[in-house]
C-alpha cells in the first residue's frame, strides 16, 4: 500500500530540510513517500520527490480544483501569509494529479522525525479506514492518513464556509509576528474532526489510548530531546531512571519506550 505525505514549504527552506530528507529514506521499503512542493532548488531523493512550484502556481492550483481563488501570499517576513496547516485538508482535492499512484495521501509536518511507522501503523489497519489520525478521536494536523478516494478528497465542503477559509488572504497575527493566532485556526483539526464524527459512512480511525508519540514540549524534553535511534529504524524517547545504581541487577542510565514520531515544534532544532 503506498502511503504518499504532501507538504507545502513556500517560505524560506527549513535548516534541517536536508536531514530531514535523509532520514526520511528508511521509510521507503513500507510504501510511505513524500512530495514536497516548494519553489526552493531542493534535490529529490528516494522516497522523497521535490516539486517546484511558486505561491502563485499554488493559488492557480488550489482555483482549478476548487474553484475557490486562494490569496496566499508571501508577507514582510518572507513567511506565507496564512497558515498553510489550514490547507492540509484541501490536499487531496488540491494535488490529486499528484497523488494518482496512491492509496492514502497523508498530512504531515516538517518538524517532525519517524520511527517505523509501519510497525504501529499497518496497511492491515489502513484497509479498515478512510481516515486515520494519530490523536484520540480528533484529525491531528502533525499526522494524519486519508484514503485517495473522491468521497474522502471532498469531506471538505461539509465544513461550513469552507470557501471563506480557502480565499481569505491572510491570518490575524502572522504579519504582527503571533504565530498563534489563526483567523482559520482548526480547519484540520476542530472543524474537520467535527465532520468527520458525523460522517457515519466514514471509517474513522485513532488511538483509543494517548498514542505512541511524542514533542518536545514534554518536561522530559526539555531543554534538549532525548531521543535514540536504532539502525533498524526504530525511534525511542529516552527517561532517566534516576534510581540508577550499581546495586540493582538491572540498572541502567536510561529507560525508553519506542515511538513511532516526535515533533519538535518548541525547539526546532534537528534533533538526532
Known amino acids: 500500500m503506498r502511503k504518499t505525505f504532501i507538504i507545502t514549504m513556500f517560505g524560506e527552506p527549513f535548516s534541517w530540510i536536508q536531514q530531514y530528507i535523509d532520514h526520511v529514506q528508511h521509510l521507503e521499503v513500507d510504501g510511505w513517500f513524500w512530495k514536497i512542493i516548494t519553489p526552493h532548488d531542493i534535490k529529490s531523493k528516494g522516497n522523497v520527490e521535490v516539486v517546484n512550484m511558486t505561491i502563485e502556481q499554488f493559488n492557480d492550483l488550489v482555483e482549478t480544483k476548487t474553484g475557490v481563488r486562494s490569496g496566499l501570499y508571501i508577507n514582510s517576513k518572507g513567511k506565507p501569509s496564512a497558515h498553510i496547516t489550514d490547507f492540509y485538508i484541501f490536499s487531496g482535492a488540491i494535488f490529486e494529479d499528484y497523488l494518482k499512484d496512491s492509496d492514502f495521501w497523508g498530512v504531515t509536518n516538517m518538524d517532525v522525525v519517524y520511527g517505523n511507522l509501519s510497525k504501529f501503523i499497518t496497511d492491515m489497519m489502513l484497509h479498515q479506514c478512510d481516515i486515520f489520525s494519530d490523536d484520540v478521536n480528533t484529525i491531528n494536523g502533525v499526522f494524519s492518513l486519508w484514503r485517495n478516494t473522491p468521497i474522502v478528497n471532498t469531506l471538505y465542503k461539509s465544513i461550513p464556509h469552507w470557501k471563506d477559509i480557502l480565499s ?31 460522517a457515519n459512512y466514514i471509517r474513522f480511525l485513532y488511538p483509543t489510548h494517548y498514542p505512541m508519540l511524542s514533542h518536545d514540549r514534554l518536561e522530559q524534553h526539555v531543554p534538549t530531546p532525548k531521543l535514540s535511534m536504532k539502525d533498524n529504524g526504530a525511534l525511542y524517547e529516552l527517561f532517566r531512571d534516576t534510581l540508577d545504581n550499581s546495586q540493582y541487577e538491572h540498572a541502567r542510565p536510561f529507560i525508553g519506550r519506542e515511538i513511532y514520531l516526535f515533533h519538535f515544534s518548541r525547539t526546532k532544532k534537528w534533533p538526532l
Open 168 to 198: 481569505y488572504p491572510r491570518c490575524i497575527g502572522c504579519e504582527t509576528g503571533d504565530i498563534d493566532s489563526h483567523f482559520l485556526y482548526g480547519s484540520d483539526e476542530i472543524l474537520m474532526t467535527n465532520v468527520v464524527r458525523k
